[in-house]
Structure formats: structure tokens, C-alpha cells
């Protein structure tokens, strides 16, 4: 259990899920979906609904290639979206932002964690997660979204990826973060080649065992459509299951997905299946 003045993410049962809410005109796989406020928020409804454990709402599109938005455009974009949310759902709601002033937005009208792709490359965020007491989740990625995937070059990438990660997460417990409110991401997709997005996920265990909790996203994305041939992302569910089924297996604490209802059913039955024995299973039928 990690709980927090403004909410709790109950891991008794192993993994739980992030459902995905983008709020743009350009996510690679759902971009312009939900840009529109009031479904935005059905959205999110739906996602509480099919048993996402958190909600992570975002205004500024991280696909390959991607431009910068302004901190006023997305704030003017979340704003709406998370005031609803908050008070209509019991989970957690995330803001995917990798500044402060959108972070200190979302967390001043009910936000209640921070999921910052740069890893608080912004400091002042960092500041802000501590002074405020939410979780942060730190991820990898090598560059810019504009840049990231232009020939991405490691010499041993689970090594150097794992090495960066425990250098922000020890730095983000200077700021006065609660170890246990400290996630890492490796960020699958960001500057990574399919072999190094494949290599990353066969050794997540080294992950997991930094004792840091682990979030992993692999939902959608193109190096499952290249080995799948799946062109559409939304055709991908298939190839996203193995992965989440995997990351489970291997303790992943959190996974990140769009299609919340399909990958809550997948967690579930990891879970069940790697507390076989426990007796856990069979209380949860009562």
C-alpha cells in the first residue's frame, strides 16, 4: 500500500493499472479523441469504471517527432478535464507534464500525482512533489520526442537506462520525496530501438529490484506493430497483453495502457496466477 495525503494506490493484489487519457490533437495512437472536453471526461469515467487504479491525463503529445506545447495551452487543456474527474472518481488522478506550472495546475484543482517523461529534469517540480507529498514517476528517454527516435545508440542500454533511473530517483528523495512514492519508467519507446525496447522488458526484473516501484508502457506502441505487423495501434491489443502479462509476471508495479477494460482482465489474471498457493486467489472470490 503506498498512500499519500490525497490518495492511496493499493498493490496487495501485485499490479494495477493507468489508464491513458490524452488530451491533444496529436498522440500517436488517439490523438484528437478526446480533445474535446466533455468527452474527455466520459473517458475518464469509463476508465474508473473498468478498474483503472489510476488515472493519467496528459495535454502534450510525446509520440516520435512531436513539438513542444506551451504550459498555457495544456493547462487550458487539463484544467477542465482533471476539476471533473477529481471529483467524480475515487483513483488517483496523474498529470503527465514535465514542467511545473502545468504539474502545480493539475495538483491545485484535484490532481493527485506526477508523471514527468524528463525524470524532474525541472527541478522546481521536484520541489512541488514534495512540498504538495504526491508520487512522481520518473522516467527515461533519450533526448526530445522530436529527436528521440533518430538513431538511438546505447552501449548496454538496460545497464545505462537503469543506472539513470537510480540517479533521478535518488535525487528526487534529496527534494524530500518519500522513497516509497517514487516510481521508475524505462521508458519503452522513448529513443529505444525494437532491440533495445526488447531487451529493456527481458530484463525488468533488474528493474524491479532497486526496490523502487516499477511503471512500464507499452500500450500501443510501434515496436509491437513491427513484430506483429499490426500498422494501426489500435489493432495492437494483442501484442500489448503479452507485454503487461510479462511485466506482472516480473513484478512491475504499475502498467500503463489505453485500453483499459481488456488489460485490467490481463493483470488480474497474472496476478491470480503468480499468487497461486497463497490462498489469495480464492479469498478474492469471496
Not at 134 to 141: E, G, I, K
Request: hydrophobic share 45%; with cysteine.
Amino acid at each position: 500500500m503506498v498512500e499519500w495525503p490525497r490518495g492511496r494506490l493499493d498493490f496487495s493484489a501485485g499490479c494495477v493499472v493507468m489508464g491513458v487519457l490524452n488530451v491533444t490533437p496529436d498522440s500517436f495512437s488517439d490523438g484528437g479523441q478526446f480533445l474535446d472536453t466533455d468527452r474527455a471526461i466520459e473517458h475518464g469515467l469509463q476508465m474508473a469504471a473498468d478498474g483503472a487504479a489510476i488515472i493519467d491525463v496528459g495535454a502534450e503529445s510525446t509520440r516520435p517527432g512531436a513539438k513542444s506545447v506551451s504550459a498555457e495551452e495544456q493547462i487550458k487543456r487539463v484544467v477542465p478535464v482533471i476539476e471533473a474527474l477529481a471529483q467524480k472518481v475515487d483513483v488517483p488522478i496523474s498529470i503527465d507534464a514535465k514542467t511545473q506550472e502545468v504539474a502545480q495546475a493539475a495538483l491545485e484543482i484535484g490532481a493527485a500525482m506526477i508523471n514527468d517523461i524528463t525524470a524532474l529534469s525541472d527541478e522546481r517540480t521536484g520541489e512541488l512533489a514534495a512540498e504538495q507529498q504526491v508520487p512522481v514517476v520518473l522516467m527515461h528517454m533519450l533526448g526530445e520526442p522530436s529527436t528521440m527516435q533518430i538513431e538511438p545508440k546505447y552501449k548496454d542500454v538496460v545497464s545505462e537506462v537503469r543506472q539513470f533511473l537510480l540517479k533521478r530517483a535518488k535525487r528526487a528523495e534529496q527534494f524530500g520525496i518519500e522513497r516509497s512514492r517514487i516510481f521508475i519508467d524505462p521508458g519503452i519507446g522513448f529513443g529505444k530501438t525494437l532491440e533495445h525496447n526488447l531487451l529493456l522488458l527481458r530484463n525488468i526484473d533488474k528493474f524491479v529490484a532497486t526496490d523502487y516501484r516499477v511503471l512500464v508502457g507499452t500500450s500501443r506502441k510501434s515496436f509491437i506493430g513491427k513484430m506483429t505487423g499490426k500498422e494501426s495501434p489500435t489493432d495492437r491489443i494483442f501484442g500489448t497483453a503479452a507485454s503487461v502479462a510479462l511485466c506482472v509476471a516480473e513484478g512491475v508495479s504499475i502498467v500503463r495502457v489505453h485500453d483499459v477494460a481488456e488489460m485490467v482482465e490481463v493483470v488480474k489474471v497474472a496476478n491470480a496466477i503468480i499468487s497461486a498457493g497463497s490462498g489469495f486467489a480464492l479469498r478474492q472470490k469471496k
